[in-house]
Structure formats: C-alpha cells, structure tokens
C-alpha cells in the first residue's frame, strides 16, 4: 500500500519570505498522480497545484511550485512572496494511475505565516 | 454553483442518536467518497461509490451505511452515534480516468457527539 509522509507537522515564514513544505511517498508504481491541497481555518480543502508523474516538468501555478523528484519519491512545494492568507493545513496526496478511486493523503503541515 | 455540497454543515447531536449527511455534486463525476477528519486533522478515507457501485469500503463500524441512489449523491447515515465519531465529515467526487482526477470536495460536516 502506498503511504504519504509529510515530516514537518508545523512550519512559519514571514510575510514575502519564501518556505518550502516537504512531502514523501512509498510506491512501486511508475504512473500516479501527486496533489498538493490547502485546508485554511473555513476547513474548504482547496486544491493547490497537481503533477503527473509521467511530466519531468515540475508543475507551477503563480507562487505555488513543485519539486518533484520521481526518482527520491519527493514532492515539495514551495509557496513564494508568502502572504497571510496561505496560512493554512497543507496535505500532501497521491492517486495510483492503477487503483485511482484511492487517495492517500498525508498528515499534513500546519503553516503560520508572520506579518 | 457550488459544485459539491453537504448538508448539514454542523450536527450537535447526544450518544446513541442516529444522524445522515447529504452529498451531491454537479460536476458529473463517475466517483463520490466519505473522508473522516479528526482532531488531528488525519483524513481518513471510509467510502468511495462508483456509479452507485460501493469501490472502497475501509474498516468503518457498520454503524456507517452510505448510500448512493445515484452518481450525483452519496449519502451517510450513522446509528448509534458515539463520543468518537466527533469529526468533520467530508464529500468528495472525482472523475477517474481522465487525467489526474483530483478530488473536488464538500465544505465538510463537523459532527459532535455528547
């Protein structure tokens, strides 16, 4: 079964830094897809930014970027030029190409962000 | 429009109730789920229905019955409440098969149990 470790329970960056969250993941598969979602304080889990392992390229959406390293099962992400409102639970998730009803999240990283 | 919403968003309820918790989405997904977030914030999958048909049924105390009277809803009832079913209940569709397939989620139900 696949699992998803993310080792930093809690993580703060000051408003404008740049902080890198860290998330790992056990698989003998070749295609799945990773997921990075956001859960602020309304508790809405709001989806972030997705890879597909197959793409080397590694995925970004505006100040959200992944690193994505298929070869360490390592998919970080890096939220840039930080603001108040991603202060928030991140979870990291993985969907097997093969059994892809199911989703493994990890537990998550709780983000405060400093003004 | 919202795409997944759940009803109720809070339910206050005393051990040994029975409660349900109301799904759809209008996304036109195949897939539909049940996650268990507790206190610590773990999401736990309980249920995935596919088409109406139960795909993932995890260990969950038989107390939980989902029901699915078709793919736009997923139902969930629970009999006998008790003091550790207090969580926050979330809705999920997908449409696997298609790409990534990220889940779409409810607002989420926040369940105490007295």
């Known amino acids: 079964a696949q699992t998803v470790t993310q080792s930093q329970p809690e993580m703060s960056v000051q408003e404008a830094e740049t902080v890198t969250l860290s998330c790992t993941y056990d698989?003998?598969?070749?295609?799945?897809?990773l997921f990075w979602y956001k859960q602020p304080p309304s508790r809405q889990m709001i989806l972030v930014i997705r890879q597909e392992a197959y793409k080397q390229q590694n995925a970004t959406e505006n100040r959200f970027s992944v690193n994505f390293q298929k070869a360490a099962k390592s998919f970080s992400l890096k939220i840039s030029d930080s603001q108040l409102g991603d202060a928030a639970m991140y979870f990291c998730?993985?969907?097997?190409?093969?059994?892809?009803?199911?989703?493994?999240f990890g537990p998550g990283t709780r983000l405060s962000v400093l003004p | 429009d919202t795409a997944v919403s759940q009803t109720p968003k809070y339910l206050v309820t005393q051990m040994g109730n029975d409660k349900s918790i109301k799904c759809e989405q209008n996304l036109g997904h195949d897939t539909m789920y049940w996650y268990k977030q507790d206190s610590k914030k773990f999401l736990k999958i309980m249920f995935s229905?596919?088409?109406?048909?139960?795909?993932i049924n995890e260990t969950v105390p038989n107390r939980f019955s989902p029901k699915s009277p078709d793919k736009a809803h997923l139902n969930l009832h629970i009999n006998s409440l008790e003091l550790g079913d207090s969580a926050v209940y979330f809705c999920a569709s997908s449409q696997v098969g298609h790409g990534p397939g990220e889940l779409f989620f409810g607002e989420g139900s926040r369940l105490t149990v007295l």
């Open positions: 698989t003998s598969e070749s295609d799945y897809y």
């Open positions: 998730a993985y969907r097997s190409d093969y059994d892809g009803q199911n989703f493994v």
């Open positions: 229905y596919n088409n109406k048909e139960l795909i």
